[in-house]
């Protein structure tokens, strides 16, 4: 079994923040993630841009150079490997966090890699997982076949192909907006009976004209009942079924915190919210030796924290500790 003192589950910038946190207090940590480094960035639509500004993604005190006003989905990804590089940090993918178990005062961290299961014993681990990673299901048939995806990757894909994205927050609207575009033919299905109030202003006036110009096909008040080969079949109007044609299908519902780890390691959550118990101060769990960085620690309500607040979360969870003198590395 090998040891580190601090084991950080989770390589996206907040995970690679509280690993720069911990190292500038003489703490070596190791971080892991279930996919690679910055893997929930990596699942953003190519060519992607952010809404906020460079100054925002920074981490470690390295600047962020991007060419446009916003920074992209590739710019970021460049910037978090390098800073990655640049502070020589000990980033492990493809090992996911799976049970965790108190032996002789240490924490054993059961990890699933590709090589097999490992345990890594540490003193300090830090859960900052985000959410990405876990989509919200429909639960319905199909919802596996190899046309159904639950992240969205381009728009030029769907070039003269029937889509059916079902949704109706930011991420399915701004696709089926980008889709019709880019010379889709589409239909957003929602089990609502409207889209979700919370839409960006600037797409909430051109979904509807879109709409309304039966420019993009809308169903509302519309479950998905399953999904076949070459259909999305839903509950339509007056309780019918209805067969929507689909050469490919994008199900952006939302992404969740792995809840079930949380509950195996033995976190104390609040029923209703999901809430991880947290020292607000240090972010430490029920759990001792555990802590929540991000997203993760806001339960349900994952949007209260992004990469502009979360970012800082190592510095209080070792605070505590002095800081090097060192400088910071540049990137």
């Given at each position: 079994?090998?040891?580190?003192?601090?084991?950080?589950?989770?390589?996206?910038?907040?995970?690679?923040?509280?690993?720069?946190?911990?190292?500038?207090?003489?703490?070596?940590?190791?971080?892991?993630?279930?996919?690679?480094?910055?893997?929930?960035?990596?699942?953003?639509?190519?060519?992607?841009?952010?809404?906020?500004?460079?100054?925002?993604?920074?981490?470690?005190?390295?600047?962020?150079?991007?060419?446009?006003?916003?920074?992209?989905?590739?710019e970021a990804l460049k910037y978090y490997?390098?800073?990655?590089?640049?502070?020589?940090?000990?980033?492990?993918?493809?090992?996911?966090?799976?049970?965790?178990?108190?032996?002789?005062?240490?924490?054993?961290?059961?990890?699933?890699?590709?090589?097999?299961?490992?345990?890594?014993?540490?003193?300090?681990?830090?859960?900052?997982?985000?959410?990405?990673?876990?989509?919200?299901?429909?639960?319905?048939?199909?919802?596996?076949?190899?046309?159904?995806?639950?992240?969205?990757?381009?728009?030029?894909?769907?070039?003269?192909?029937?889509?059916?994205?079902?949704?109706?927050?930011?991420?399915?609207?701004?696709?089926?907006?980008?889709?019709?575009?880019?010379?889709?033919?589409?239909?957003?299905?929602?089990?609502?009976?409207?889209?979700?109030?919370?839409?960006?202003?600037?797409?909430?006036?051109?979904?509807?004209?879109?709409?309304?110009?039966?420019?993009?096909?809308?169903?509302?008040?519309?479950?998905?009942?399953?999904?076949?080969?070459?259909?999305?079949?839903?509950?339509?109007?007056?309780?019918?079924?209805?067969?929507?044609?689909?050469?490919?299908?994008?199900?952006?519902?939302?992404?969740?915190?792995?809840?079930?780890?949380?509950?195996?390691?033995?976190?104390?959550?609040?029923?209703?919210?999901?809430?991880?118990?947290?020292?607000?101060?240090?972010?430490?769990?029920?759990?001792?030796?555990?802590?929540?960085?991000?997203?993760?620690?806001?339960?349900?309500?994952?949007?209260?924290?992004?990469?502009?607040?979360?970012?800082?979360?190592?510095?209080?969870?070792?605070?505590?500790?002095?800081?090097?003198?060192?400088?910071?590395?540049?990137?």
């Open positions: 079994m090998s040891s580190t003192p601090v084991l950080i589950a989770g390589a996206g910038p907040i995970g690679l923040a509280c690993a720069i946190s911990a190292k500038r207090r003489g703490l070596e940590a190791v971080v892991i993630d279930a996919g690679l480094l910055a893997n929930s960035i990596l699942r953003y639509p190519i060519g992607m841009s952010f809404f906020t500004t460079p100054d925002k993604l920074e981490i470690g005190d390295h600047p962020m150079v991007s060419a446009g006003q916003k920074p992209t989905r590739e490997r390098g800073v990655a590089r640049a502070e020589g940090l000990t980033v492990r993918p493809y090992a996911r966090l799976r049970q965790v178990e108190r032996r002789n005062g240490t924490l054993a961290c059961r990890l699933e890699t590709r090589s097999g299961s490992e345990t890594v014993a540490c003193t300090r681990l830090v859960l900052a997982t985000g959410y990405y990673d876990n989509p919200n299901l429909l639960g319905v048939p199909g919802e596996d076949l190899p046309h159904v995806s639950h992240y969205f990757d381009e728009p030029h894909r769907g070039l003269g192909q029937r889509v059916v994205i079902v949704g109706g927050g930011n991420s399915a609207v701004e696709a089926a907006l980008e889709l019709f575009r880019a010379g889709a033919h589409v239909t957003i299905v929602a089990r609502a009976p409207a889209l979700k109030p919370t839409l960006k202003y600037w797409l909430q006036p051109d979904i509807q004209n879109r709409i309304q110009a039966g420019e993009i096909a809308a169903r509302l008040s519309a479950p998905v009942l399953r999904i076949e080969p070459g259909a999305v079949v839903i509950r339509g109007s007056g309780g019918h079924d209805e067969r929507l044609p689909a050469d490919r299908v994008y199900a952006l519902t939302g992404y969740h915190p792995d809840f079930d780890l949380f509950q195996r390691i033995g976190i104390a959550l609040d029923p209703e919210t999901l809430r991880a118990q947290l020292d607000p101060t240090t972010l430490e769990t029920s759990v001792g030796g555990v802590y929540m960085a991000g997203s993760i620690a806001a339960g349900r309500a994952t949007s209260e924290v992004f990469i502009e607040n979360g970012r800082f979360d190592g510095e209080k969870i070792f605070g505590e500790l002095p800081r090097l003198a060192t400088p910071a590395p540049r990137v």
